[in-house]
């Protein structure tokens, strides 16, 4: 554990590496979720057409090891962050925020206003996270299908001079 976990930008070859850390990491959410996430639909093709399509990710390593990853792309003025995964063994040791600071970094340097992001109104804890992380809840949405809100939309304003 003395080795450093570092922080890329991914490349469509991660693709593997990417689906597998983030099925590891959305593995806990499995039947806790209505209706499923998508995270448990997504494979190294998938996302490599994502990476192929404009579509970017971050992995956080660790002596070569995928501990994490996060998927980015533009939305509207903003950077969406999605899929944020560390699997359980990286966890409790700050990569899930440094991945968002990454994300964060990355709108700024963009020239986009914000990064903006889902997370489940059944997941209390995410909601927690990102809160703690300064995003605030600007909508919340209905998957297709149901006739109740099932998610809710944060952002984070990157503007010094914006209000909230």
């Keep these: ?4 976990v570092v922080l890329r930008a991914a490349v469509v070859g991660d693709a593997a590496s990417l689906a597998a850390t983030i099925a590891a990491a959305f593995e806990q959410y499995r039947g806790r979720l209505t209706p499923e996430s998508g995270a448990f639909r997504e494979t190294a093709d998938s ?3 994502e990476l192929a399509g404009g579509a970017g990710a971050m ?5 070569g090891e995928a501990l994490g990853c ?10 969406y962050l999605g899929r944020l995964a560390v699997i359980p063994s990286g966890r409790g040791r700050g990569i899930a925020r440094r991945l968002v600071d990454a994300v964060e970094a990355e709108a700024a340097r963009r020239g986009l206003a914000g990064v ?15 809160t703690a ?8 949405e209905a998957h297709p299908g149901f006739d109740f809100p099932t998610s809710i939309t944060m952002r984070k304003s990157l503007s010094r001079t914006a209000s909230a």
Aim: charged share 25%; net charge neutral; no cysteine.
């Design 59 to 63: 992995i956080a390593e660790q002596n």
């Design 1 to 4: 554990m003395s080795e450093t």
């Design 116 to 130: 903006r992001l889902g997370v489940r109104i059944v997941l209390p804890e995410n909601q927690r996270l990102f």
């Design 47 to 49: 996302i490599s057409r």
């Design 133 to 140: 992380l300064g995003y605030v809840e600007t909508s919340r």
């Design 70 to 79: 996060v998927m980015i792309k533009p939305v509207e003025g903003d950077l």
